[in-house]
């Protein structure tokens, strides 16, 4: 039975890590045996156990660049790719993706595949860093048999600017399951809510500053941000200070999705840089309407069907569209059907599945594992 390792970095269950889990359920009855490596602890850990699948904690594993830790990992890695004797090994998220590349391709793994949940460079960062990350991702992109993209902008950049052949590229977008449609926008009041993690990429600190901002002009709104993260306690002060607490609503991070989605008239994401957000998909597959800053992987998912697309630099334009929305309330209830529509169309979960279960197939058939 041919292994497949997952490695990632931290064992949270944000949008990578669910897509991770997605892409486990669905090739698991094609006989594989699944083992997945990540930093110690976490929610993720209890979920890949549940399934009866291996976790092997990595210690060492750091977000932050620490070339001793860093060093420490890159070791450990190698032993447990020798250990279990891995056949495919399949990497996620920036750091992780290169260091697996690196250290599979000085074991000779048979098959290595990266998903590219987001290039770790864009335009909003230091020139210097873009430098880096870019050339770090030409030198690593080289090192794998496979490289998945989740948007197509970031799968033509790997063959255009990253100049990695095009055998190796494959496009397969992130899914989500259609749930029945329901009613949005039956009261006065209108709540625009997201789930996020509560850091820089995400942009939460200046999507709470321009809610405050709105509540101040339009008392029909109603916000809910859950999650947690390091901005968290930023964005609870900003909130107290400003005494919208009833308003402007800080649960912290939650499991139950359903719960919260099917209270939001709205989904907001207003953040820096995205691969193909998740909580855009199920936001859309329970028939919202999205608010979306105009970067790569949201503008896949979001245009003038099913919702409004903010530069996320732009804090006016987005205080603008929400205090327009009282008056917008029949081009907001289209809006939803197109997201529902959307999905149903071109991102169902099935589809998803189909596509990496076909991926591992060509690759079983290829290295005859």
Known sequence: MPVVLHLGLVPILSGVQNVMLQILEAIEADGYEIKVATAPGGELVEVVENHGWKHIPIPSLVREINPVKDFQAFRELAKILKEEKVDILHTHSSKTGLLGRAVGKLCKLPTIIHTVHGYPFHKYQNPLLYGFYQLAEWWAGHYCDYLVSV????????????????????YIPNGAIPHKQRKILTSDEIVIGTMSRFWKQKNMINSVKVAIKACQHRSELKFIFVGDGQDLAVCQELVE????EERIILPGWSLD??????QFDIFLLYSWWE??????LEAMSYGLPIIASEIKGNRELVDADNGYLV???????????????????EDLIA???????????????????DRYRALYREIKVGNKL
Do not use: T
Not at 241 to 244: E, I, L, P, S
Not at 257 to 262: A, C, D, I, S
């Open 311 to 329: 530069n996320p630099d732009d804090n006016s334009k987005l205080l603008n569209l929400l205090l327009n929305l009282p008056n917008l309330k």
């Open 275 to 280: 691969g193909l957000p998740l909580s855009i």
């Open 257 to 262: 999705k359903e719960k919260w989605l099917n």
């Open 335 to 353: 809006k939803g059907e197109g997201s529902y529509n959307k999905v149903v169309q071109n991102y169902s979960l099935d589809y998803f599945n």
């Open 241 to 244: 200070n400003a005494g919208f």
């Open 151 to 170: 948007n197509r902008e970031d799968a033509e950049l790997a063959k255009r600017v990253l100049r990695i052949p095009i055998s190796k590229i494959k």
